[in-house]
């Protein structure tokens, strides 16, 4: 099969699309002829990308862990799926991925691609869905009243996160720049502050939750904006513990874990037009470089989707 593989961690320079060996469902594994995917640009320098979980070397890893496509084999013990249906799933990150012509997954990570939504859309799905469905109710515990700013809204956990704390019934606060304000409006933010002409430190109190995907300053200017007893739930990098105490509020960092049952219910929100992933640009697997170098420039509203060669533009 065709496929792009890793050769180094040092740029997309070192993204080849060349053969690769066709995979093989094990047990508890499915075959996926892959239709989509995303550009993850972290992942290159992910420990998990260049070693198994038992500490094995990986030799020419291909990235991309969101996909959608068809499953065209399953293996032993499994059961519930069967070959022709149209799936799309977040891949564990230590397994080859989806930037390429088929990959594996569990079964047990391999949900019902949402029906409204063609492939390439729903590439754009699984890593942003899961990671702002569990940031906001698997670990903040978001409810119906609460106030959330969103640092970094217009990106791709940013921009379903807005939609999901609308949906769940808070108060959105964004952080954009001012290309993306009409655009956040349109996806429910209730207040948006241009961070490059306003710090948001300056305008922001009592929040109950701040969502950072940023990192860096933007996490050391939140702490103030809280309320007491409030939560800064970063998915870039892990908050201080002694700043948090300092300032009598909760901190946490997660990494996104694959879950069926959530891909399930974002899927029945997203048929029933509560959600709509955002699609930046759309590149052909053989132009992989490319689109990680479009997405290491940073500023992208939603995702970028890796087409597989042949794939109609249109789905």
């Known amino acids: 099969m065709k496929a792009i593989r890793l050769y180094s961690q040092s740029g997309p320079d070192q993204f080849v699309f060349e053969d690769a060996p066709k995979p093989q469902p094990g047990v508890g594994e499915v075959l996926i002829r892959v239709h989509a995917t ?9 420990s998990e990308t260049w070693q198994t979980p038992a500490g094995i070397e990986r030799q020419h890893p291909i990235p991309g862990h969101d996909v959608s496509g068809e499953v065209v084999e399953v293996g032993p013990g499994v059961a519930g799926i069967a070959a022709g249906e149209a799936i799309y799933a977040l891949t564990e990150s230590w397994r080859d991925g989806a930037a390429a012509e088929y990959t594996i997954a569990r079964a047990t990570d391999v949900a019902p691609k949402p029906r409204t939504l063609g492939h390439i859309q729903a590439a754009g799905v699984p890593l942003v869905g899961l990671t702002a469905w569990q940031a906001l109710f698997e670990h903040a515990g978001l409810t119906s009243g609460q106030s959330l700013l969103i640092h970094g809204a217009a990106g791709g956990v940013g921009s379903m996160a807005v939609q999901m704390a609308k949906w769940a019934g808070a108060t959105v606060i964004a952080t954009a720049s001012a290309r993306n304000h009409e655009f956040l409006r349109t996806l429910g933010a209730d207040e948006i502050i241009d961070y490059t002409t306003t710090r948001f430190e300056d305008v922001v109190r009592d929040v109950d939750i701040v969502l950072d995907t940023i990192g860096g300053e933007t996490v050391d200017r939140s702490w103030r904006v809280l309320r007491k007893g409030g939560l800064l739930l970063s998915v870039f990098s ?9 300032f009598g509020v909760r901190e946490l960092f997660f990494i996104v874990k694959p879950n069926r049952e959530q891909l399930i219910h974002i899927g029945d929100l997203i048929d029933t037009g509560q959600l709509r992933p955002i699609i930046e640009r ?12 479009q997405a290491l420039q940073g500023h992208t509203r939603g995702k970028i989707i890796l087409r597989v060669e042949g794939e109609e533009k249109s789905n």
């Open 38 to 46: 995303s550009v993850m640009w972290q992942e290159p320098t992910w």
């Open 282 to 293: 759309v590149f052909p697997l053989s132009e992989a470089s490319q689109a990680f170098e």
């Open 238 to 246: 892990p908050p201080s513990q002694e700043q948090a105490a300092a």
